[in-house]
């Protein structure tokens, strides 16, 4: 069984940035996918960014330029940078790996 413990949400005003974590643990034979998603209140789960099988990465148009995903392989860690935040970024963002294992989510609030 794999485990996602996610970490550095909090609020933070418009503008600024915040830098999300997801470290994998557990029964981890090989990692596919590995990446975040976002729900917004009222809203469906959408993806922001993600390692897909291949390596490549798939950004969502709304943060490009702003997100940055990176990891580290050797810690099973996968992590997003967000700058330049907007109000429209506040949600729940939540840590996924190969599509199916859920992290618990970590709030984001961009308010000022």
């Known amino acids: 069984q794999v485990q996602l413990v996610e970490s550095g949400g909090g609020l933070v005003q418009p503008g600024g940035s915040l830098r999300l974590s997801c470290a994998a643990s557990?029964?981890?034979?090989?990692?596919?996918?590995m990446g975040w998603y976002r729900q917004a209140p009222g809203k469906q789960r959408e993806l922001v960014a993600v390692?897909?099988?291949?390596?490549?990465?798939n950004i969502a148009d709304s943060v490009k330029g702003r997100f940055t995903i990176s990891r580290d392989n050797a810690k099973n860690t996968v992590y997003l940078q967000m700058n330049s935040l907007k109000p429209e970024d506040t949600a729940v963002y939540y840590c996924?790996?190969?599509?199916?294992?859920w992290g618990q989510g970590t709030q984001v609030t961009v308010s000022s």
């Open positions: 390692f897909a099988s291949r390596g490549n990465t």
């Open positions: 557990g029964s981890i034979v090989s990692i596919s996918t």
């Open positions: 996924n790996v190969d599509g199916w294992i």
